[in-house]
Structure formats: C-alpha cells, structure tokens
C-alpha cells in the first residue's frame, strides 16, 4: 500500500480545478502540507461547510448559503434594474467593479443549438416570469461579445420587446488598451459604437 495515495489522490482533484494542471497542483499540495495548521485544516473545514451549505439562489441563480442571496434580499438593490449575466462568475465580477446597484439574473450558460441548449435548459423562463412581477424597468444585457452571447441577447430581446427598457452593456477598446493589440472584432466593435468627443 503506498504511504502518499492519500496525497496523491488530493493532487489529482486539485489538478481538476481550473487554472491547475498536475504540476501546479502538486505545489499547492505541497504549500499547503507544509502550512498544515494555518493553511489546509481551515481551508478543509471552509470546503466541509461550503458543501453542506452552498446553494442557489431560488430568486436570481447566484451562489450562496440561503435560498434567497444577499442580492435580492436586499430593498436597496430593489431599484427596478436587472442585468442579465451567464453565469455566477460574471456576476461576481460585475460586483467587483461596484458600479451595478441593481439586481442579477444568471441564465445558466447561452443559446446554442450545436449543444442542445435551448430557452427550456436556461433560466430565460423565470426572467420573463421576473421581468412581469417584480417591478422591472430596464433589463441590461451583459452577455459575451460571442455568436451564442449575442444570440441568445437577441432572443431575450425579442421575448421582452415592449415591456421593460433593454439595454447592452458598451462593447470595445479597453481602458489602457492599445489598438495593435485587439482583436478585429472588438476594434469593429468600438468604431460602431464610438460617441461624440
């Protein structure tokens, strides 16, 4: 019986998380063996509480320990915008911005019918059951400059048409982008979408 399965078995489940292949995996192991007190028992009792507490959200799709997130139980997030993003980590990182002050729709992935993906596998439904109860004035479309981002924007759009404001975030240059840099979409983008100076 080899005396490192047990390591070796942590190594091969953190090579599967993304960014990590079995090298970088072995050094965190590593790190966090030799900082076993300060570093693995609390993160191995964070992971225990994360997998019997974390959920999703019944209301919005966001990631949790109640089945109402902090987000929509909120009044002051009540203020009748909702963006509508892909997935919990685009959520969060319009977050990390700090700029949104309204609440968050995540549909789960896009359209895509080379996947089978339809309006029934997201949460389009319940965006259009939320867009008619809950006070929604404008609906913001963040989607990914992709052919399924904006596929599936477009098919939001036609569906909420007439009942809410629909919006898209600007798309373009970066700031502190340099132009030989982009790529020919994102610079056809920012000539289309460019505003008086």
Request: charged letters at 25%.
């Amino acid at each position: 019986m080899s005396s490192t399965r047990d390591i070796d078995r942590l190594i091969e489940m953190m090579a599967k998380l993304p960014g990590l292949g079995p090298r970088s995996a072995r050094r965190a192991v590593l790190h966090l063996i030799r900082k076993r007190s300060l570093l693995l028992t609390p993160l191995a009792e964070a992971m225990q509480v994360v997998a019997a507490t974390a959920r999703e959200c019944l209301n919005c799709g966001n990631v949790g320990t109640a089945d109402i997130c902090d987000i929509c139980a909120s009044d002051k997030r009540a203020n009748g915008e909702l963006c509508v993003v892909e997935d919990v980590a685009d959520l969060w990182a319009m977050e990390r911005a700090g700029v949104f002050k309204g609440r968050y729709h995540v549909l789960g992935g896009t359209l895509s019918a080379l996947d089978a993906v339809g309006p029934q596998e997201l949460r389009i439904p319940r965006l259009i059951d939320r867009v008619a109860t809950e006070n929604v004035t404008e609906v913001i479309l963040a989607l990914n400059a992709t052919v399924d981002g904006q596929t599936t924007a477009h098919y939001i759009a036609d569906q909420l048409e007439g009942q809410v404001r629909l919006t898209s975030l600007a798309q373009g240059v970066p700031i502190g982008g340099e132009l030989d840099y982009l790529d020919d979409g994102t610079i056809t983008a920012a000539l289309r979408a460019r505003k008086q100076f």
